[in-house]
């Protein structure tokens, strides 16, 4: 008679034997960046939906949704009398007028909103510079806090700085262009030292870019099991045109393939079935799946027992699983994993910082994998920069985040102890939302 550890035996072995993972990972990132509403995206998308055809051997299915779409135009910051600096424009910042936008700037250092709050009648008027930060660390304030804090005390224009030496200027989103937008641009750790210097001086600020209306495509297939419950495998497919979003995330969408492609002649035979979402427009503040999420009906949800999210998880060879704190989810984790004698780390703190958030904003038990957590001097610091390129990325590190996704969604598709639903509105409460 097979076993559960015959099975998973069974699918760790075609993982570690297949060179497609390599393959997959290797045409994603000569995509490009993948930033959503580019060429990019589109030949990402068209490569998937017959790949995925292929891994599953099940329909795909494509479901567009509208949002408000933005094309990134030049940015640069100036000190008076000094040619113009650099910078890169933050998704959707809001454009300055031609002339560009003159202000005095202020330096406050991490930029948190406590620093915001101590500053108040300094930042007012002024042109905010705050530094980026590890993103993967159990302190990390978010760009996006710092940029929100800004804006609330009356800041006319936000410029975040690379932590890093290396000339690499950062991105990420800011706001969503709305009314009480302000803009804001990425720069360089050597850019940043350079206005650092001239703090308290006026400095001017260009950006641009066209805002359009837009459609975006989520991805999905779905490998039925016994039951209707299901659990869903998600990654996003989308990134920044600075550079081939190597780790984030054309990593984890090759995992997930690998899963998938290893699971689909088995899930048939398990209580739960098993679908594949990869989402775009993450790095627009979640939006794919965002969207997503809150078009189903709640029955539509009910029938989803949790998601797996992966989402940079290689660049280093030590991966974590953010639960978030969710009920029950840490200690699934450590069960799923011990048969197969893998283990990862767990930290238990909310992380709002890929999908698996719009998962837990509904009740749903969720996790992010990750590579690199509480790693500053690992791979994972160059993401949202030039540097997230595919060297930076090894064979082996993508397998062990695919054994370790394979292992977590067979659990959790047999596991009749798997962490149970909660209410949306303490799903929220968890979130932050």
Not at 87 to 99: E, N, S, Y
Not at 193 to 200: E, I, R, Y
Not at 289 to 294: I, K, W
Not at 314 to 319: E, P, R
């Amino acid at each position: 008679m097979t076993t559960m550890a015959d099975i998973l035996r069974s699918v760790l072995g075609r993982i570690w034997a297949s060179s497609r993972i390599g393959d997959d990972f290797a045409t994603l990132s000569a995509c490009g960046g993948r930033f959503a509403g580019t060429e990019s995206e589109a030949r990402a998308r068209e490569f998937l939906a017959g790949r995925i055809a292929e891994a599953t051997g099940a329909a795909v299915t494509c479901r567009p949704f509208s949002y408000r779409g933005w094309t990134r135009g030049p940015a640069s910051i100036a000190v008076a009398g000094k040619p113009p600096l650099p910078a890169v424009g933050l998704v959707r910042t809001p454009g300055t007028p031609p002339h560009g936008l003159s202000a005095p700037l202020i330096d406050l250092g991490r930029g948190t909103p406590d620093d915001m709050a101590r500053a108040a009648a300094a930042v007012r008027g002024a042109i905010v510079l705050v530094r980026h930060e590890f993103m993967m660390g159990t302190d990390h304030v978010h760009r996006r806090r710092k940029y929100d804090a800004a804006r609330a005390a009356g800041a006319r224009g936000f410029v975040i700085a690379f932590h890093e030496p290396g000339c690499l200027a950062v991105t990420g989103s800011s706001g969503d262009g709305g009314p009480g937008h302000i803009p804001a641009v990425g720069v360089s750790h050597e850019t940043g030292a350079l206005l650092s210097a001239h703090a308290g001086q006026d400095v001017t600020l260009h950006t641009s870019g066209t805002f359009t209306d837009a459609v975006a495509e989520n991805l999905f297939a779905a490998i039925p099991g016994r039951h209707e419950k299901r659990i869903v495998l998600s990654a996003h497919y989308d990134g920044h045109d600075l550079a081939a979003s190597a780790i984030d995330n054309a990593s984890g969408v090759a995992a997930a393939m690998a899963v998938v492609e290893a699971l689909s002649e088995v899930v048939p035979t398990l209580p739960c079935g098993l679908e594949l979402a990869l989402f775009t427009a993450e790095e627009w503040a979640l939006i794919g799946s965002r969207v997503h999420l809150d078009m189903l009906s709640a029955r539509q949800r009910a029938e989803i027992a949790c998601n797996i999210n992966l989402d940079s998880v290689a660049g280093d060879a030590t991966l974590t699983a953010i639960t978030g704190g969710f009920p029950g989810v840490a200690e699934f984790v450590r069960r799923a994993l011990e048969p197969a004698g893998l283990a990862v780390g767990l930290h238990q703190g909310f992380m709002a910082n890929s999908d698996h958030a719009n998962f837990v904003r509904h009740g749903i038990p969720a996790l992010r994998v990750c590579a690199g957590f509480a790693k500053p001097d690992s791979n994972l610091r160059f993401l949202l920069t030039a540097a997230d390129t595919p060297d930076k990325v090894r064979l082996t590190e993508l397998k062990t985040a695919a054994s370790v996704a394979a292992a977590l969604v067979l659990a959790a598709c047999t596991d009749p102890a798997l962490p149970a639903p909660i209410q949306a509105e303490e799903g929220r409460r968890i979130a932050g939302f």
